[in-house]
């Protein structure tokens, strides 16, 4: 059977996926409160926006070599799945800001002045910092991706996203200092530098909706990264080290989700944002039997998902079927 003949291939391929999608989402945000209060208007606001940057990803650079919105959609449905997502708060924002920084970061492929792009896309990470401390480290793999993914880093653009991801702090220590609050820089300075030592006791104690949510987003993640690793000779040059990168940092996020499970809702938003394109691009691409399954079962894995993180009913009955 060829491409674009099975369900999944002709959804991913219709131009009423991201509509239907976005509708759907709009219902998921109202479904917990049964209401749009402000700040989950705002949320919702954000996720749009941050579903029109993932779009613009994709138009640019083509992601996905057929004419595909699947990566928005992917992005949207997970967003909207999960509750902590709904309001206008750190994990919405440290996603927002991460996506910005990918659509700056690949801009960066083999240009010989990629100056203004790398100063941008680690001034993002760094905003982003401040609601998310990981994104600073994140600093570290975005200059190895330069050098060996877009094979563009020279020292000029080096500095350029050490100044990047300076300003955001200097303009705040400055703030501080000038209001007199000196101390609540050097506050939060030390609140980002906290560090929980790992153990299996932290994971297993978080609660089971979160386990179960943070598993089936690291299935469809490692089904989707196995699947491009096995046929990425399909796609371009380009488009495979941009793809390298999101497989570089949805294992990343995977494993400091496992080490620090205390900061599941901002890594977990930051893990879908990266894990997106992959789980678009398998979905969009693949043309076996299996994976139509698969597509089948991931549909009712997420709808799962979303009634397990949405209706608090439901996770009290979960309880009490596994305990």
Known sequence: MALGNRFHNKIAGSVFTLPV???LAVALWWLPQRAFTIPHALGLALCLLTTYIVMETNGRLHIIRIRSRMMSCVWLILAASL????????PIVAAAFLCVSYLLLFRCYQKHRPQKYVFHAFLMLSLGSFVAPVMLAMAIPFFLYL???LRTLPAKAFWAGVLGLIVPFWCYAAGCFITGNIQVFVARLAEMAQYEMPSVEGVMSMP????VSAGIVALLSLVSIVHYLRTN???MIRVRMILYIYVSQTLLLMAFLLLQPATYETTMALLIASASPLIAHYFALSKSIFC???FLLSLLLVAGMATLN????????LSLLVF
């Open 310 to 317: 949405l209706v608090p009913e439901t996770q009290e009955l």
């Open 233 to 235: 000779y399909d796609d």
């Open 147 to 149: 050098a060996i993914f």
């Open 21 to 23: 999608c976005a509708v």
């Open 292 to 294: 139509a399954i698969f």
């Open 208 to 211: 089971l909706a979160e386990q």
């Open 83 to 90: 509750s902590f997502m709904h309001p206008l708060a750190e």
